[in-house]
């Protein structure tokens, strides 16, 4: 396993004692990213962890006009002893290759890629905000540089990896979000490119998004782009419904839907919080029914941000279908407290999903194997 040798340039500025205020998400940035070039037949070098700064590409970059470009999301977690989680690192690299193999893109060497994030987020641990449901989110991304008109899969490219301190997603507490059932515009289509995290995906749902929010939602229900009958993904999470209270319903990965990494990890842990899971089909229609007659208790959206994010109220086709608190529910809640917990290093990780980066100082937590 090769180790990559990543040359480090000092940061422009260091981490401010207090970070801005208020935060969001994915507004502010850190003092370095790392990148690291490709070219065909050479392969990947001139890995650096260097001052964040704007890119300078050729107006002909391939991905200006061919769009090859994908990127990922994951976050590293300030854990009670001032050390940082990252958390099923791995599974975001392996998923960051897949992407690039339907994109016509290079892969990276998942240990390297790894490796990279832990350096960066090692170097600018300052910059992990401290609040609680706060965190480090992580965007890797790779882009098609060659200069080219052709419609063809460009020689060269660039990967990045860029840090963003960011708040809690629900800042007040869990907040229901409303959704539009989309049977109009579509966001993939199983054979397309929807298990791929390209920026083409999403920008192809923005105008369904859009008239979303002008007629007074907040997210997208998104269906299957044959039938336009099953249930893909809620914006860009993946959805559950919950059954009676216990059983956990969602959509099997079909090709068009996205392999989130909160999904398989809530699936995984479910059981052991005494709920069962299921994944198939699953008809609009019937979701719909089953909401109206109280036998769906709750449904919720899974994803690197939020973690979980309930419904309130979903329209479809003109009538609303709500449920009945306008609070998370017990299910949601459970799950989102479970998995944070094991992410902030709060419990004991009992699934091995968590990677520590030790960045404590060695007075409140002394480590004789530190230097
Ligand atoms: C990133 C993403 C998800 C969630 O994936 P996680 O690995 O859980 O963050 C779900 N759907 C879409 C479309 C996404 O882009």
Redesign the pocket.
């Given at each position: 396993m090769s180790k990559l040798d990543i040359r480090i340039e000092p940061a422009a500025h260091a981490a401010p004692p207090t970070l801005p205020s208020p935060l969001g998400f994915g507004r502010h940035f850190t003092a370095r990213m790392f990148t690291q070039q490709y070219l065909a037949g050479r392969g990947w070098h001139d890995a650096l962890i260097g001052p964040y700064r704007p890119l300078v590409l050729d107006p002909a970059a391939q991905v200006f006009h061919c769009g090859q470009m994908i990127f990922e999301?994951t976050k590293a977690y300030l854990r009670p002893d001032g050390n940082l989680n990252l958390f099923r690192v791995e599974k975001?690299a392996e998923r960051f290759n897949r992407s690039a193999a339907r994109l016509a893109m290079p892969e990276v060497d998942a240990n390297e890629h790894v490796h990279a994030i832990t350096e960066l987020v090692r170097l600018e641990h300052g910059w992990v905000p401290k609040e609680e449901g706060a965190a480090l989110y992580i965007r890797p991304v790779m882009v098609a540089v060659e200069n080219t008109l052709e419609v063809r899969a460009s020689r060269s490219f660039l990967h990045y990896i860029i840090l963003s301190p960011v708040a809690p997603y629900f800042a007040g507490g869990f907040k229901p979000v409303s959704v539009f059932v989309s049977d109009g515009y579509v966001r993939t289509v199983r054979g397309g490119t929807g298990e791929a995290?390209t920026p083409g995906?999403y920008a192809g749902s923005l105008a369904g998004t859009e008239e979303a929010i002008a007629a007074g939602y907040q997210q997208v229900l998104w269906l299957d782009a044959v039938e336009r009958r099953y249930i893909d993904?809620v914006g860009?999470?993946?959805i559950a419904f919950v059954y009676e209270g216990k059983h956990i319903r969602t959509p099997m990965l079909s090709g068009a839907i996205?392999r989130?990494?909160?999904?398989d990890s809530l699936l995984k842990l479910a059981p052991d919080l005494g709920f069962s899971v299921q994944e198939d089909r699953i008809d609009i229609h019937e979701v719909m029914r089953d909401i109206e007659a109280g036998k769906i208790t709750e449904a919720f959206g899974?994803?690197?941000g939020a973690v979980i994010a309930p419904v309130g109220r979903f329209c479809f086709q003109g009538k609303n279908y709500a449920f009945g608190s306008s609070e998370a529910g017990p299910v949601a809640r459970r799950m989102f407290n479970r998995l944070t917990d094991i992410q902030y290093g709060r419990v004991p990780d009992p699934y091995g999903w968590t990677r520590l980066i030790e960045v404590a100082a060695a007075k409140t937590n002394p480590s004789p194997a530190r230097v």
């Amino acid at each position: 396993m090769s180790k990559l040798d990543i040359r480090i340039e000092p940061a422009a500025h260091a981490a401010p004692p207090t970070l801005p205020s208020p935060l969001g998400f994915g507004r502010h940035f850190t003092a370095r990213m790392f990148t690291q070039q490709y070219l065909a037949g050479r392969g990947w070098h001139d890995a650096l962890i260097g001052p964040y700064r704007p890119l300078v590409l050729d107006p002909a970059a391939q991905v200006f006009h061919c769009g090859q470009m994908i990127f990922e999301g994951t976050k590293a977690y300030l854990r009670p002893d001032g050390n940082l989680n990252l958390f099923r690192v791995e599974k975001n690299a392996e998923r960051f290759n897949r992407s690039a193999a339907r994109l016509a893109m290079p892969e990276v060497d998942a240990n390297e890629h790894v490796h990279a994030i832990t350096e960066l987020v090692r170097l600018e641990h300052g910059w992990v905000p401290k609040e609680e449901g706060a965190a480090l989110y992580i965007r890797p991304v790779m882009v098609a540089v060659e200069n080219t008109l052709e419609v063809r899969a460009s020689r060269s490219f660039l990967h990045y990896i860029i840090l963003s301190p960011v708040a809690p997603y629900f800042a007040g507490g869990f907040k229901p979000v409303s959704v539009f059932v989309s049977d109009g515009y579509v966001r993939t289509v199983r054979g397309g490119t929807g298990e791929a995290k390209t920026p083409g995906n999403y920008a192809g749902s923005l105008a369904g998004t859009e008239e979303a929010i002008a007629a007074g939602y907040q997210q997208v229900l998104w269906l299957d782009a044959v039938e336009r009958r099953y249930i893909d993904e809620v914006g860009a999470m993946n959805i559950a419904f919950v059954y009676e209270g216990k059983h956990i319903r969602t959509p099997m990965l079909s090709g068009a839907i996205l392999r989130g990494v909160t999904r398989d990890s809530l699936l995984k842990l479910a059981p052991d919080l005494g709920f069962s899971v299921q994944e198939d089909r699953i008809d609009i229609h019937e979701v719909m029914r089953d909401i109206e007659a109280g036998k769906i208790t709750e449904a919720f959206g899974m994803g690197t941000g939020a973690v979980i994010a309930p419904v309130g109220r979903f329209c479809f086709q003109g009538k609303n279908y709500a449920f009945g608190s306008s609070e998370a529910g017990p299910v949601a809640r459970r799950m989102f407290n479970r998995l944070t917990d094991i992410q902030y290093g709060r419990v004991p990780d009992p699934y091995g999903w968590t990677r520590l980066i030790e960045v404590a100082a060695a007075k409140t937590n002394p480590s004789p194997a530190r230097v």
